[in-house]
C-alpha cells in the first residue's frame, strides 16, 4: 500500500479584489464562504500601492483570522487562498499566498491545481542556481516570472505561464495590479463580479466559485475563460490570452462533489447538474425500495433527482452532526464505525424494517461506504442497495483533486460485483460515463474526465508507480 502521503493534491482556493477600501474584509468572507475547497491554511496579501502586508496561518479561515490580524491588512486590494487539507505533515512555508520581492517589485501569488511538469521545472531553476523556500509546485511560477527576459511585469507573467503544464487557475497581486489567470484548459474554475466601493465606484473580484460573491453580495460578472489572464488595474479590466488555443477541459468532479452547490461553475448551477445526475441516475439504475436515503452532504442533491424521478419519497435516514473537529479520542471499548459514527447518525425509526437505496455522490476508497451501509443495516434496515451520481474512479486526478493513487482507488482493481460485495449492500450501480455526460451536454468535450477513463488531456511527466519526479517533491513536502 502506498502510504497516505504519497497522494496527489492541491485542491485549493483562490480569490482577490482590487478597488475596495474593505479588500481584505472582503477576502476573509471570500476565503470563509470557499473554505470546503481547503482547511490546511489560509492567507491574505494586501496592498496599498505603496505597503504591501501578508497575513498566513494554519487551519480554518474563523479561527487564523480576527479583528487584529485583519486591521494589518490594509488597502484596496488584496488576494487570498485557502489550502486543502491532506494526509501527511504540512507546514506554514507551503502555505499561501506566496508574497516575493523581485527585480520588477513586489509579487504575490495563490494558485488551485497541479502543474504536472512542476519537478523538472524546478529541477531546471535549481540547476540555474533558484532557490526554493516551499516545497510546492506553485513556487515554480514565482521563480519563471522573476528569470523572464520580459521586461514588464505583465509579459513576465505571460511567458512564465507559457512554461507550465497542467492545472493552474491563479490570482496574483503586484503593488497595483490585481491579476487572475485559468490555465488553457480551464481545469479550475475562476469566476469574476463587480461590488461598488465606498464611493460608489466598481470593484472587481475574482473568486474559485460563485458561492464567495454571494456572501459579499457582489454581482457576478462572468467566469474568466480557459486560457484567459484577467489584468484590473485602476481603470477596470482588461484581458490577453497569452496561450496557443486548447481545447477546454474543466474537471467534472467539480461538478460531481468538489464544489457548493449553490455556486455558478463552467456555465452551470452546481445543484442544477447534481439534481440531473439523479435524475439519470434513477432512470437507469430504478431500484423497488421504500425510500431514498441521501448520504449528507454529498449525496443530498442528487438523492432529491433520484427521489424525483424514481416517485419514491426522500428521508433523512442519516442525521450529519456539523461540528465535527478533525481528530477524536476513541474510547479504549472500541466503538462500531467510530469514524463515521461521530458524523453521521442513522435514524433508527425511520430505517427500521425499511427497504433503502443510499444515494451518494461517489465511492473512492471504499471505506466510508463500508462503514455507512454496516450502520444502517444495525440500525434495522432490511435491504441497503446503493446508487452512485458519478462512474466508477479508476483512476487518479493529476490535475488538483486531491484522491489516492490507483492502489487505493477501489474501483482501479475491482468490478462494480466485486465492489457490491465488499461493501456488503443488496445493490450497488453507479451512473455511467455517457449518462454523466447527457447532464452537462452540449458541452460534452469541454470536460476532463480522466479519474473515470483514464484519458489525461495533458500528458502527465510521472505514473504513481514510477516513483516519479513528482512524487518526490510531492513527498518531501508532506515531510517538511
Ligand atoms: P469512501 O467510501 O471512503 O470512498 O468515501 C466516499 C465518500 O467520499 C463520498 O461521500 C464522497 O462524497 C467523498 N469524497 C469524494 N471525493 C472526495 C475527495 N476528493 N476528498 C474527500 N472525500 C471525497
Redesign the pocket.
Known sequence: MPMADESV?E?CAVFGIHGHDEAANLTYLGLYALQHRGQESSGIVASDGERVHSEIGMGHVADIFDEERLSKLGGHMAIGHNRYSTAGQSGITNAQPFLIDHSRGILALGHNGNLVNAARLRRELEEKGSIFRSTTDSEVILHLIARSSEEDTEHAIADALNHLEGAFTLTMMTRDLLIGVRDPHGFRPLVLGKIANNRGEPAWVMASETCALDLIEAEFEREILPGEMLIVDENGPRSIFPFPPSQPKQCI?EF???ARPDSHIFGDDVYSVRRELGVQLARENPVDADMVIP?PD??LAVATGYAAESGLPMEMGLVRNHYVGRTFIEPQNAIRNFGVKVKLNPMRSFLEGKRVVVV?????????????VDMIRQAGAIKVHMRISSPP?TSP?YYG???PTHDEL?ASSNSIEEIRAHLLTDSLAYLSLEGLMKCVAPREGDFCTSCFNGIYPVPVEFKDAQLPLFRELRTSEHRA
Open positions: 493534491h485542491s468532479f460531481i462533489y468538489f448520504v454529498s449525496g451518494d455522490d461517489s465511492i473512492v476508497r471504499g471505506t466510508t461506504s463500508l462503514k455507512i474512479i486526478c483533486i486531491d484522491m477501489i
